[in-house]
């Protein structure tokens, strides 16, 4: 077969070196008739389910980072763009990027989702994100440095507002990193500013909703309410918030509350570049595609992961399991469209969820029956997120990171990197 690239190989593009992306070019790397692109705008993989331990200082960015150039090494056939998407030319059948243009025959669009801030006046401007390492990183720098500043601040009104953390969004990220945060401040924060009164600091809980992690069995959203409530979190349910500003977060039937810390983990949305691209887009910035993950009239190109909206199924939860499962069907369906083999429809295969809340505690559900709590719960999810973790070494010093916080109630991140401009320490 010759492909529009004039070249008897068939190749085949994956814009995104998410979840969906990786696992789409694991699959399509079987066939050694194929020549795979893969293409990203960072050269490595990040493991978002541990994003959160980055910003509470738990772990190092390297630590759940992997090099994508690494991850394919060993298949000559997979070669690596580092890039920004442009645009999509569908009738020349062209990826643009701020660098080369790449012809394909086959294209998996896998670029991921962005935050939704539901059009919350101020959301955008104010508040922290959680979606990539660059954001994860200067949310810590910004935890630690709050500290700092706090130790010497005399006014009591800006120091209460300078230690209180506030998190919106009770679902699992929200969930995990209000738990996280109270207990970095509890113990190693605790520690490393003995002359700061560490009890003024409080981290704050609002979920829009009337309980916590939405979708869980209600004994597992409880367990979670409970938990965080005696670590010392403070959860607001009903608490939705209408504005944020630079010093506080308006409620909905109540005061505000005064903060100049707001993490928004409510939602995400479709890439931002899909209309751009020259994708149709529909409910929350996603884009529509058939039961294959093709896009309706280009059956060359697949969607996948969190920018894919499949027709004809209930909506799957924008999670790594469902990414992970729509990479592994577009690959097998182009496989099989190039084979001329019938395509498969997706379908989610639900095979549970998790949460962890602090130390030695997490939700699990297995399946739709089986449920498990405490310290059972959270073995299990270190032991899946280990499972899925890329690259051993990265297995090997998370595992071991974790045990020493166990251990020794540590963190290990605690620094104040810098994301400016470089300055040069010894100028004039």
């Known amino acids: 077969m010759t492909g529009s690239t004039g070249n008897s190989r068939t190749r085949v593009v994956v814009a995104g070196g998410g979840f969906a992306g990786v696992w789409a070019v694991r699959r399509l790397a079987r066939d050694k008739n194929l020549d795979i692109i893969l293409v990203d705008r960072n050269n490595y993989h990040t493991f978002l389910p541990l994003l959160y331990q980055v910003a509470a200082a738990e772990l190092e960015p390297g630590q759940i980072a992997y090099p994508l150039r690494?991850?394919?090494?060993?298949?000559?056939?997979?070669?690596?763009?580092?890039?920004?998407?442009?645009?999509?030319?569908?009738?020349?059948?062209?990826?643009?990027?701020?660098?080369?243009?790449?012809?394909?025959?086959?294209?998996?669009?896998?670029?991921?989702?962005?935050?939704?801030?539901?059009?919350?006046?101020?959301?955008?401007?104010?508040?922290?994100?959680?979606?990539?390492?660059?954001?994860?990183?200067?949310l810590r720098n910004h935890i630690v440095s709050c500290f700092e500043q706090a130790t010497h601040e005399r006014n009591p009104d800006r120091k209460d507002r300078i230690l209180t953390?506030?998190?919106?969004?009770?679902?699992?990220?929200?969930?995990?990193?209000?738990?996280?945060?109270?207990?970095?401040?509890?113990?190693?924060?605790?520690?490393?500013?003995?002359?700061?009164n560490t009890g003024q600091a409080r981290v704050v809980l609002l979920e829009a909703g009337d309980g916590l992690l939405a979708g869980f069995p209600d004994h597992l959203r409880r367990y979670a309410f409970e938990r965080l409530t005696h670590?010392?979190?403070?959860?607001?349910?009903?608490?939705?918030?209408?504005?944020?500003?630079?010093?506080?977060?308006?409620?909905?039937?109540?005061?505000?509350?005064?903060?100049?810390?707001?993490?928004?983990?409510?939602?995400?949305?479709?890439?931002?570049?899909?209309?751009?691209?020259?994708?149709?887009?529909?409910?929350g910035g996603r884009v529509p595609v058939l039961p294959t993950l093709q896009v309706e009239g280009h059956p060359d190109v697949f969607v996948a992961g969190d920018m894919a909206l499949p027709q004809g199924d209930s909506p799957a939860p924008l999670i790594a399991p469902n990414a992970i499962q729509q990479g592994a069907l577009a690959a097998d369906n182009i496989r099989a469209a190039l084979a001329g083999r019938p395509l498969r429809a997706f379908r989610?295969?639900?095979?549970?969820?998790?949460?962890?809340?602090?130390?030695?505690?997490?939700?699990?559900?297995?399946?739709?029956?089986?449920?498990?709590?405490?310290?059972?719960?959270?073995?299990?999810?270190?032991?899946?997120?280990?499972?899925?973790?890329?690259?051993?070494?990265?297995?090997?010093?998370?595992?071991?990171?974790?045990?020493?916080?166990?251990?020794?109630?540590?963190?290990?991140?605690?620094?104040?990197?810098?994301?400016?401009?470089?300055?040069?320490?010894?100028?004039?």
């Open 348 to 428: 989610y295969r639900d095979k549970g969820s998790m949460a962890t809340i602090g130390r030695a505690a997490a939700v699990v559900r297995m399946g739709k029956e089986h449920t498990a709590t405490g310290f059972v719960a959270w073995v299990m999810w270190l032991f899946i997120h280990l499972l899925y973790l890329v690259g051993f070494r990265n297995r090997l010093f998370v595992l071991f990171t974790w045990a020493w916080d166990y251990i020794f109630f540590e963190r290990a991140a605690r620094i104040i990197i810098p994301r400016g401009p470089i300055e040069d320490d010894d100028a004039p």
């Open 165 to 196: 953390y506030t998190v919106v969004g009770g679902g699992p990220t929200g969930v995990e990193y209000a738990g996280a945060l109270a207990e970095l401040i509890r113990q190693p924060l605790t520690k490393d500013f003995p002359t700061l």
């Open 70 to 138: 690494a991850i394919f090494r060993k298949y000559p056939n997979v070669h690596f763009v580092i890039g920004d998407v442009r645009s999509i030319d569908m009738k020349n059948k062209v990826l643009h990027t701020d660098g080369p243009h790449i012809p394909f025959d086959k294209l998996v669009v896998a670029m991921g989702s962005f935050t939704a801030f539901y059009g919350v006046p101020g959301a955008d401007k104010h508040c922290f994100r959680l979606k990539n390492l660059e954001q994860a990183i200067t």
């Open 231 to 283: 670590m010392g979190v403070d959860v607001r349910l009903n608490a939705k918030v209408t504005a944020v500003t630079p010093d506080s977060v308006e409620l909905e039937g109540s005061s505000p509350l005064r903060t100049e810390t707001v993490v928004w983990t409510a939602g995400v949305q479709g890439h931002a570049l899909a209309g751009q691209m020259g994708l149709p887009t529909g409910r």
